[in-house]
Each structure stands twice: as C-alpha cells, then as structure tokens.
C-alpha cells in the first residue's frame, strides 16, 4: 500500500528528530546532517510505492539514510579528525538540538571508532533501532551487532578515559 500525504506528514514529524541525530552523529556536520534527513524523506517519498505500514518505520527511514550518507562518503573524503594529539574541533554550532547530550570530546571519540562500530552503535543508542531492526538494515546477523556494540562502548570509555587523563 502506497504511503498517503497524511502518512508520510506523520512520519515526518515523528522521525525527522531521530534521523538528525543519526546523521548529526555520523556526519559531524550540522548543515550535511539536516541534508542527509531531507534526502532521505525525498527519498522515502519516491519510494512510497514500496512502504509496507508496520513494519518498523524508523527502521525502514534508517536504512533509506544510511544509504544516502554512504553514498556521499563515497562522492566525498572523509574530514580529517585529528590535530596532532588533541581533538580536531569540528566547530559544533550553539543551536545543535543535541548540545547537553553530546559534547565535542564525545564527537572526537566517535570518530576514532572504526565505521562499523559507530555506524552499528549510533543507530542503536541515537537512532533507538533494536538490535535485530539493526541487523536487519545492515544485513549482518544478530550476534555481529551485539558485538559491535559491546565494542563501540568499550572503545568509547577507552577514548573518554585517555582525554580526560
């Protein structure tokens, strides 16, 4: 069944914020991240032939995203994320929605994640997908991602720990 106007307004308005701090978090760019959530409602758009209500709509937002963000990495080198010994400061803008969650030392840290691991970690922990969704969506199985995760978090507390000291 294809997605009505009323139905995709809906998934706007409960998705866009979610969507934004994946891409915020896996960009490092407040104005590519709000690119990477409008490319993907276009997306979703053009595809709403192909929307099955029910079956996890973040999920199915996520996977839309996570394909138009590596496709830009692709077109584009990534920024580089170190300045010597000290984190690059990417310049986080006051109006960043996620400023108390997130600080600059933990955007340095995620960026020393290998991209599996923050891409598998952010679409957990910020995207609020379920491990299996998230399986699901990378085509990895379930175990993979539950191990990624474990990773990420450990390699986060190591980068954390090692700034502050």
């Known amino acids: 069944m294809a997605l ?12 866009s914020s979610s969507l934004y701090r994946i891409a915020y978090r896996m960009m490092g760019d407040r104005h590519e991240a709000e690119d990477m959530v409008q490319e ?14 029910g079956v996890g709509d973040r999920a199915w937002l996520a996977s839309i995203m996570r394909r138009r963000i590596v496709d830009r990495w692709r077109r584009k080198a990534p920024p580089p994320t170190m300045a010597g010994d000290q ?20 955007q340095f840290a995620l960026s020393q994640l290998p991209q599996e691991l923050k891409e598998t970690l952010l679409l957990v922990v910020v995207g609020e997908l379920t491990h299996q969704e998230v399986a699901d969506l990378l085509d ?26």
């Open 4 to 15: 009505s106007i009323a139905q995709f307004n809906a998934l706007v308005d409960e998705h």
């Open 87 to 106: 984190p690059l400061d990417v310049g986080v803008p006051a109006a960043d929605p996620l400023a108390g969650d997130y600080t600059d030392e933990m």
């Open 140 to 165: 990895i199985p379930l175990g993979t991602v539950l191990s990624r995760v474990s990773r990420a978090r450990r390699r986060l507390r190591e980068v954390l720990l090692a700034t502050r000291a």
């Open 40 to 53: 993907t409602f276009r997306s979703a758009w053009k595809s709403r032939e192909a929307y099955r209500e």
